[in-house]
């Protein structure tokens, strides 16, 4: 059974810096990964998506990369800005390709002025 | 292009009361997901549409959840009677079809249970 974890659970930098957010999956039998984001009381928007072919994907100062053999995603942030303060999802599709997404618990952003 | 609707978008109910939520999805999206969201968590998939069909319903309570989606569009989930324990926010997310790349979520319903 695919489980999808996301360390840290929650992150409070200044602005500026740049970060990493990890995600880890227990099968390396995956469709392909992608990770989301989540302001409160809203529903989820995708950032990148990345294919179980692929080992990376970049947007503007979003970049998350993919090593299936380990099992493991970060989604790297670069120069972070408050208005990056936010849930950070990640969440697998298995290789059956049923559609089904397999959400990791989050990680909770602060990025302080 | 019109993202997925959702209504309501907050509902706060007694437990043992019943509840309904309601989404469209983008037009032309043949498969339809239900996920819950509770506070701390990630989505889980509650049931999976493929235009009126389920695809998978493993995760569904169904002694107290029920799902439809007749004419293979609009979708409605119901829980009844309803526990303290379904405080959760519910998602209703699309795509073109079963293997489709991406899902399209919408703004989700959060549901309170006293």
């Known amino acids: 059974k695919q489980e999808v974890t996301q360390i840290p659970a929650a992150l409070s930098v200044p602005e500026g810096e740049n970060l990493v957010l990890n995600c880890s999956f227990t099968d390396s039998a995956i469709y392909n990964l992608q990770w989301f984001r989540q302001d409160p009381g809203k529903g989820l928007t995708s950032l990148l998506l990345?294919?179980?072919?692929?080992r990376e994907q970049t947007s503007g100062r979003l970049n998350a990369s993919l090593d299936k053999s380990s099992g493991r995603s970060t989604l790297y942030i670069a120069a972070s800005q408050p208005g990056d303060s936010a849930t950070y999802l990640c969440?697998?599709?298995?290789?059956?390709?049923?559609?089904?997404?397999?959400f990791g618990q989050g990680t909770t952003l602060q990025v302080k002025p | 292009e019109a993202g997925v609707a959702q209504s309501p978008r907050y509902k706060i109910i007694e437990k043992r009361q019943s509840v309904a939520f309601w989404c469209n999805p983008i037009s032309g999206h043949a498969t339809l997901y239900w996920y819950q969201q509770i506070l701390g968590q990630g989505p889980k998939l509650l049931i999976q549409?493929?235009?009126?069909?389920?695809?998978?319903d493993s995760q569904l309570p169904k002694d107290r959840f029920s799902a439809e989606r007749l004419k293979g569009v609009d979708s409605t989930l119901k829980i009844q009677p309803a526990k303290l324990e379904d405080s959760a926010v519910y998602l209703c997310a699309s795509s073109l079809e079963r293997g489709a790349r991406e899902q399209f979520f919408g703004p989700g319903t959060r549901l309170t249970v006293l």
């Open positions: 969440a697998v599709k298995d290789s059956s390709n049923t559609g089904k997404l397999i």
């Open positions: 990345i294919q179980s072919s692929q």
């Open positions: 549409f493929q235009n009126n069909g389920v695809v998978d």
